[in-house]
């Protein structure tokens, strides 16, 4: 029996079936609204994933070993459910992976070599047929550490000195969906600029084939510090993980944190590692997602990694976590970002950031704001200074601020002034009416750009919905000043059809119909 008959026979009626078992919790995820996702691994599906994570990656359940653990039988029953909570909920799907040395079908070291890279082609082409909606996708799991023992199969090392890896990449871009990301994943990259470089050389190698669309990098606690009382000990510096980060991010494709973990028994030591480590990639614009490895005690690989015990309390590294996303995101600097000859009292002008309730703003003739010019609070994204000296460079800064505490600064921009000031000129009046524009373009693929308009402060809920009623997306979420908003939705990994776009707030429902076209 051809194989993807075989899923459509068995692994899809599971599916079917899991579609009305998989429970729906009533809180928010952690991170709704943030831009970038903060998901989970899971080994079964639970009733409170939803009220922490925005993002699902299954732990064990979709590794080759796992579901072909005898040739030719399939068992998708564990994988199924979790693809379906995303599904389910509109989050995002990463399959966790197709090509691993570790956790492969035993039977596949006695095949011969054509029997070995055959078994490989039906394994891609039955996944990506089966989960055709996922989001991302983990290619290649651990090249540096665990090649598979079927590389040969695949061309070895050949001229590139990862062919194998490439032709793995190349059977994942022919069957999956253009929408799907294909990343390659690994751990203990960023303490060491050797490793980074040899990563690198990878992902170069496959970009410049035009094969991956994102890096993974694992993120357990042990790739950067040893747990307390372990020996031996080390730590690796923070700046040097961020170096390496930014090396990383600088290539220009999205990175992701794959299996965030900080394994410590002590709450008070995890948390100041939580503290410590997870802002270092949170904050880090390149990074677009993170995932944690694990949340619920005795179901996390790594035994004091868990967040939530078994009665159902929460940590108290789980609790900072809450509090530090609903802080809002730093502000984007809009002008002036460099300029010569502006006058000394020239206009700072900045992007609202969801959910800030005010703001502070610096200015200093230093880069590093050891001494400032101004320093003030507002709940305006705008500014006229009080003249300032003539002919000088000034660096400003804005970070963000509300009930649940204030985001870092931004990064600073600066200025030059002249000698002169200019007129001062009224403050812009606020909207008068709610609106919620058509997209442009419309139709679409993959991405289109929304706009709404705010004339009060206020809670905002932008969601996409299908013609059943159903959300199948938050766009954002936040409260809102006045003004104009211009948000992105990106509809890779979404159907092709119409869905209705719908503004919710306190005191206006706004509904655009929509066109996704692929």
Known sequence: MNERVRWICGGALLLSLALWGVPRAAAQPLARGKGKFLGCSLGAVRSDFTQYWNQV????????????????????????AEYNLALNNGLPFKYHNLVWGNEQPSWITSLDSVSQRAAVVTWIDTVAYGFGSSSLVDVVNEPLHAPPPYMNALGGKGSTGWDWLVNSFTLARADFF?????????????????????????????????????????GHYFEF???????????????????????????????????FDIDEASDSVQLANYQTYFPLFWEDPGVKGMTLWGYVQGLTW???????????????????????????????LDSPVGGTGLPRNTTLVWNAAASALTYRVQVSLSGTFAAVALDTTIADTTIQ??????????????????????????????????????????APAAPAEWALAQNYPNPFNPATTIEFTVPVRSPVRLVLVDMLGSVVREIAAGTYGPGTYAVRLDGSGLASGAYLCRMDTPAFRGVRKILLVK
């Open 57 to 80: 990656t299954p732990e064990d359940a979709g590794k080759w070993g796992s579901v072909e653990y005898t040739q030719g039988t399939f068992t998708w029953a564990g994988v199924n």
């Open 178 to 218: 253009p929408g799907v990301k294909l990343l390659v994943n690994d751990y203990n990259i960023l303490q060491s600029n050797t490793v980074t470089d040899s990563y690198i050389g990878i992902i170069d190698t496959l970009r410049a084939r035009k094969l991956i669309d994102g890096i993974g990098i694992q």
């Open 225 to 259: 510090k040893s747990p307390q009382g372990a020996t031996p000990a080390y730590s690796y510096p923070v700046s040097t993980l961020k170096e390496n980060l930014d090396r990383l991010t600088a290539l220009g494709l999205p990175v992701y944190i794959s299996e």
């Open 302 to 332: 790594k035994p004091n990694a868990y967040l939530v015990r078994t009665d159902g309390s929460e940590r108290p590294a789980l609790r900072w976590l809450r509090q530090y996303l609903a802080r809002p995101w730093w502000p984007l």
């Open 385 to 426: 200074l009080s003249p300032l000296g003539a002919n000088l460079t000034y660096f400003w800064r804005v970070s963000a601020a509300n009930d649940s505490g204030a985001s870092s600064f931004s990064a600073p921009a600066s200025f030059t002034t002249g000698d002169q000031v200019a007129g001062i000129s009224p």
